[in-house]
Structure formats: C-alpha cells, structure tokens
C-alpha cells in the first residue's frame, strides 16, 4: 500500500535545492546582472547598460582572445575525441585480461592533480625541457626548439591531456550497448574495417562523442589557468581577461559582459551540434543491449 | 561471454596513449628524487632534500592542513546532501523531478571560471569575507553533481520491490533506507564520496576567487609556479599523486569489498530477511 504523504521523498531534496539556490543559481544571477550595469572601479553602479557588451565586441584584443579561445578549444576538444576513440573501441572490445590494468591507469591519470600535469608539460616541453633535452640527446637537434611552449600548441597539449581520460571514459560507456557479436555480424555480411567503423560504431558513439566534445571544449575555451601558465603571450585567451578583469583591473562589469558573451557563445555551439545530430538522425541510434 | 577481437591498431594506439598521461606526471616523480636543483636531464643522482624541504616547510603544512579540512568538509556534507536529494528525487514522482534534476546536474556544465566569479561577486554583495568556509561552500556546489549523479544512478538501479515488501511488512520510511537501500548503495556512495574528496582536495579554478588570506595546496602550487624555477614543487607533486592514488585504491578495493560482500550475501541469504526486529512502525 502506498503512504499517504506524498510529499515526502521530495522534502528530502529541500537542502540541496535551497542550498543550490542560494549559491549557485543567485550568484550566477546577480554575475549576469553586473553585466548591464554601469562599470565603476572595483564595483558597478545603478544604470544599467549594452555598453560593456558593446566595449566587449569592439575591442580589437578581444576578438585575438576569442580567436585563440575556439582555436584551442576546438583543437583540445577534437584531438581528445579522436585520440579517445581508438583507445575506448579497444577498451570494449580488445583488451582482455588487460581491461582492468589499463582502465585502472586511466581513471588514476584523471585524478592527477590538474595543476600537476600543467606543470608537468611545462617541464616536458620548455627549453631545456626533457623533449628537447631527449632529441639533443639522440642528435636530431643541436639547438634547443622553442617552439614547443608558451603558445597555443603548449596549451593545446596541455588541455588534451587533461581531458583525454574523461573522452575515453565517456566513449567506453557509449560502447557498452554495442556487443562484439554486432562487429561479428557486420563482418559476416561483407563489410570491412573501415565499413565496420562507419556504419556500425561511429553512429553509436556520435552522440556521446559530441557531448564529450562540447564538454572539453567548453571547459578548455574558458580555462585561464593552463593559457597563464603555458600559452605566453600568444596563447593567451578569454578566461585570462575575464579573471583579470575581476582581480586585477577590477573592472567588474567590462568582465562580466565578456564571461556572458563568452556563455552565449558556448550555447550557439551546443545548439549547432544539438542540430547536426539530429539532423543525421544520429542523436535517435540505440542499439538494445 | 564473447571473445575478444585482435585489433592491433588500436592496441597500438592505447599505448601510446598511456604513454602520452603518464610519462610527463612520472617524469615529474623521477626529477623530484634529483640531487641537483636541474629539472631536466641529464639525471645526476638521487636525493631526498627536497621532501626534506617540504616537510620542513610551515607554509606548505599549512597549506596541506586547509585542504584537508575543506575536502573532508565538503565530502561529508555533500555525502549526506547528495544522498538525501538522490534518495528523495528516485523516489517521488511530483512534477517537479525534471526541473530539479536539472539544477542538480547543471554546475557541471559551467566551468569553473563562472562558478568562482559569480561566488565572489555573491560574497563580496552580502559581505561575507572569504575564507576556508566560503570555500567549501564553493566546492559543494562544484562537487555536488558528481556525487548526485554517481548515487542516483545506483539508487534506480534497485530492485523497488524489495523496499514496498519492507514498509508493506511494517518498517517505517528510516528502517527501510537504513536496512534495505543503505545496504545496497552504500559502495558505491562510498566510492562517490573518494570522488568528491578528490576533486575538492584538488580544486583550483574556482577556489582561487573565494580563499580570500588562505592557502590550500594547490593555491601553493599555483604561487610556485609562478615564481621561477622551484624544484620542492616536483616534490608536492609527487605527494600529491601518491596522495590520489593512494586515495583511489583504497577507496575502489572498499567499494569492490563491499559490492563482493552485498553479492555474496544476497546468494546465501534470502535478501528480504530484515535482520533484526523493524523499529519505527506507523
């Protein structure tokens, strides 16, 4: 018999609701409302305003920032994906008495300490970085090459090593409906192994992959960490400014404006994939389990 | 079970994919045993100076003992906030399941830059002044959804029939969490409870803009970084990955221990057997 109270289960939500409110959903609020006020320094005042959104657009800076934003965004997002896939597919389906090991190793990765690995690229990869010092070394160079930090590329690195257990992950769960025996039957019927992969395993992790693309992608254009401490002056991007807007020039609603314009951006992008999905009907594939 | 398919290729490329996570964090490992203050190779003996320097170090111990603080915090009060939202959340069907699920679930889809800003103009709009508490409440909101989505996830995997076999006999709402669901779950919220421990303990981009005079370890590291070459900081790095890993172990071998055990049990045992007399009847 049912209780009578149904009201209850839901009460037991109430903490975190209020708690999420209060502290998520307020503060997000009042951020977004900094952004049509009238910027004043280390505060903004009464009228409110499009101005710090049209300062955000027409400064030239901004659109290099927004530029290497979607470059390394985009780049961190893709090779994620695309490295991610081979590995999750053998994962699923190769691995064998290797799958506990390595997805072990993986998930262990993704817990290292995220400052951790930055600095830990920045020793791979600077001057007399264990790169340079390795191909000097084994005589393929005799001047250290600079180019491998402070700029995009540094960050990009940087970026995909981060994410790239959490794509795997994700990718590995998305295999988990697809059975061997699918792959079997496949290649029974005729099709080969790049048929097997087009038809048959890339519309299963479509989905997946592109909301672990949007997911890194998001999360490394915003970034202002890795960029600060990687990407020297060329490598800089939104988030930098954004930060540097609220604990250096203090120019609270100039940074606003950009963190929300930077926001819009993001839900353009989700919006376009969203579309892309559905429009080749790969957001619908299921395979039963 | 079906067999597993050869597939080189991919094989070849999953292992150069662990290679690519994990030759720079070892690299960092190795160089933080160097006897000389170089970062790099050529590698000129062992030493231990700079865990020496580190243990030594009050800033550093400090900065350690904050962040334990604030990860134990936020562990524990997202542990019983998680679970109660998860545990109330599977178990009702009011209209407002959807919306709530969404504000449960969407921090995770802000980065961190957002959070920590729209925190700080929050704090500084009601005059809280920053410190080690504002920063766990920064990393609940952070955490929660982690920890949310790992435990409702367990929750509706149960079978309900054994929770309305439990109150149809008589045991009230508390017994049957505590003697039928708890017994289940609780693996796994201990495994989702790691997590959370471990993304607090290593939260930077979002503490940075609520620590206020404080430091946490990675706010150490972040200052060390900054300044030039320190090589103690390969050092905490090497603690710091110790520290995870270790955390992860122990927390997977508790979790694997438990789910063996509740399995084990549930064959011997007929699982509708409440143990015990049931307390708190209507």
């Known amino acids: ?289 | 079970m079906t067999g597993t398919r050869r597939s080189p290729a991919t094989g070849a490329f999953t292992i150069a994919g662990l290679v690519f996570l994990w030759a720079p964090l070892l690299l960092v490992a190795l160089f933080s045993f160097h006897s000389t203050g170089s970062l790099t190779f050529p590698f000129e003996g062992f030493s231990t100076r700079w865990y020496d320097e580190v243990f030594s170090n009050e800033v550093i111990s400090t900065a350690a003992k904050n962040s334990l603080i604030v990860a134990t915090s936020t562990a524990l009060i997202t542990v019983l906030l998680g679970t109660l939202a998860a545990y109330g959340l599977t178990r009702t069907s009011s209209r407002l399941r959807g919306p709530l699920s969404l504000l449960f679930f969407l921090p995770i889809t802000l980065p961190g830059l957002f959070i920590g800003i729209a925190l700080l103009v929050a704090f500084s709009r009601v005059e809280w002044s920053l410190s080690l508490v504002t920063v766990t409440i920064a990393h609940l909101v952070y955490v929660f959804p982690f920890f949310f989505l790992v435990a409702r996830a367990a929750l509706e995997r149960l079978d309900p029939a054994l929770e309305e076999t439990a109150a149809d006999l008589g045991a009230g709402r508390w017994t049957v969490f505590r003697r039928v669901t708890l017994p289940q779950v609780w693996p796994v919220l201990v495994g989702a409870a790691g997590l959370a421990f471990a993304l607090s303990f290593d939260e930077f981009v979002i503490t940075f803009f609520v620590i206020g005079p404080d430091s946490t370890l990675p706010l150490y590291i972040w200052s060390g970084l900054r300044r030039t070459i320190d090589p103690s900081i390969n050092a905490i790095s090497t603690l710091l990955l110790a520290f995870t890993m270790l955390l992860f172990v122990v927390t997977f071998l508790l979790t694997t221990w438990g789910e063996r055990r509740r399995r084990g049990r549930g064959l011997t045992e007929d699982p509708l057997v409440l143990t015990g007399p049931a307390e708190g009847t209507t």
Do not use: C
């Open chain 1, 1 to 289: 018999m049912r209780k009578p109270l149904s009201i209850g289960p839901l009460v037991l939500t109430a903490p975190a609701t209020v708690g999420l409110l209060l502290f998520f959903v307020a503060p997000l609020v009042a951020f977004g409302v900094y952004s049509f006020l009238t910027g004043t320094l280390y505060d903004v005042a009464s009228p409110l305003t499009l101005d710090n959104y049209k300062d955000v657009v027409e400064t030239d800076v901004n659109r290099r920032l927004a530029r290497n934003s979607l470059v390394v965004g985009g780049l961190a997002a893709f090779f994620s994906v695309l490295i991610a896939l081979p590995m999750a597919y053998w994962l699923r389906y190769s691995a064998g008495r290797w799958r506990g090991i390595v997805l072990f190793l993986i998930v262990a990765s993704f817990l290292a300490s995220y400052l951790v690995r930055i600095f830990a690229w920045r020793s791979m990869l600077g001057r007399n970085g264990a790169i340079n010092r390795g191909l000097e070394g084994i005589g393929v160079i005799d001047e250290p090459l600079d180019f491998l930090l402070y700029n995009r590329f540094a960050v990009t690195v940087a970026l995909v090593h981060i994410f790239l257990p959490y794509v795997v992950l994700v990718l590995y769960a998305g295999l988990a409906p697809l059975q061997p025996s699918y792959l079997e039957t496949a290649q029974d019927l005729g099709a080969g192994r790049l048929q097997r992969w087009r038809r048959v395993v890339l519309p299963l992790v479509a989905a997946p992959a592109v909301s672990a693309f949007l997911f890194v992608f998001v999360l490394s254009a915003a970034d202002y960490v890795t960029p600060q401490l990687l990407g020297g002056t060329s490598g800089i991007m939104l988030g930098v400014q954004v930060q540097v807007a609220f604990i250096g020039t203090g120019d609270f609603a100039y940074g606003a404006a950009m963190a929300f314009a930077m926001l819009a951006g993001f839900l353009v992008l989700y919006a376009l994939l969203a579309l892309a999905l559905r429009l080749t009907r790969l957001d619908r594939v299921r395979f039963a389990a």
